[in-house]
């Protein structure tokens, strides 16, 4: 194995991680910003107010999302023991 080739496998692990963390973190990002509007307008300045709803939404964003990201997972995953003979 090249080095060359070593990086292009981190760097496509790194990509797909990312990709599959994009869901869940940009529904828990989203709802963050929105209870902390809330919080702002209506001075309730309460850490267990924003933990809750966002725990919610990135649950159910996890739930929507997990189809698509098994598939991700399975043709990374595909893809990396199909190429085991030539990375050796």
Known sequence: MTPESAIDLAREA??????I???????????????GLLQALTQIQEQTVAFVPKLVAMVVALAFALPWILSRLLEYSETLIKNIPQTL
């Open 21 to 35: 963390a994009a869901p869940v973190l940009v529904a828990g990002m989203v709802v963050g910003l929105i209870v």
């Open 14 to 19: 790194l990509l797909i991680a990312t990709l």
